[in-house]
């Protein structure tokens, strides 16, 4: 059994520029939410896939949007990136719709100069 | 609306001395409370969960927790601590077993020889 795994690990953008981070679920999860974490600060909710549609949303505005695939792999995009953005972006993956048993990936550690 | 509060961003206690993280929550519904801990350049683990059976809940590494309702309060203790403890720890809240997971700011365990 594989576990949650995103790529690319670290990453280096300009302010103004388009991301894309990739996460793979655990074997047999079909949900994937988002999680923005700031230094120093604990991770805050961004938005939840469950069966390749949004499943809700946090206090992110629209430049964050995502994608949940067939095989319940994701994606999360963000455009014209801001300084603040720069922060560790975790992807966590459970069966169904429930919290109560989340698995995180090791996140992306993204950079915004 | 929900909140977390973790009292002291910073705990360092000697190895084998008792642990003691301290998680305050405020909720309009009755809560599900989580522990997680993250390793350095990792994503999280999670420790052990609250989901309203019984009160004192067992997790992993020899960790627990008990919810206190009157108290509104779910503290993290560990008998004696190890070395290898030493990591962030976050507080969780969320809104039955379905709602997103909100994040306390994280208290970081120092571990002494």
């Known amino acids: 059994e594989t576990g949650v795994t995103q790529s690319p690990t670290h990453l280096i953008k300009t302010r103004g520029q388009q991301v894309t981070l990739r996460c793979s679920s655990q074997s047999g999860h079909n949900t994937v939410s988002w999680y923005q974490q700031a230094l120093g600060q604990g991770p805050q909710f961004i938005f939840q896939y469950y069966r390749e549609e949004e499943n809700g949303r946090g206090n992110f505005p629209p430049r964050f949007s995502g994608l949940q695939f067939p095989n319940y792999s994701s994606e999360l995009n963000v455009n014209a990136l801001e300084l603040d953005d720069s922060a560790l972006y975790l992807c966590?993956?459970?069966?169904?719709?429930?919290?109560?048993?989340?698995?995180f990936g090791p996140g992306t550690r993204l950079l915004v100069l | 609306a929900q909140s977390v509060t973790q009292l002291g961003s910073h705990v360092s206690v000697s190895e084998g001395a008792l642990v003691l993280l301290r998680c305050n929550y405020s909720s309009s519904v009755p809560p599900y409370l989580f522990w997680y801990v993250q390793y350095p350049n990792q994503g999280l683990q999670l420790l052990l969960k609250?989901?309203?059976?019984?009160?004192l809940v067992k997790g992993i590494n020899g960790f627990e927790a008990e919810f206190k309702k009157s108290e509104t309060s779910f503290h993290l203790t560990k008998p004696s601590a190890h070395m290898s403890d030493a990591a962030e720890y976050f507080c969780?809240?969320?809104?039955?077993?379905?709602?997103?997971?909100?994040f306390g700011k994280g208290t970081k365990l120092s571990v002494k020889p």
């Open positions: 966590a993956s459970s069966f169904g719709q429930e919290q109560t048993s989340q698995y």
């Open positions: 609250y989901t309203s059976a019984a009160t």
């Open positions: 969780a809240v969320s809104r039955g077993s379905q709602g997103n997971l909100i």
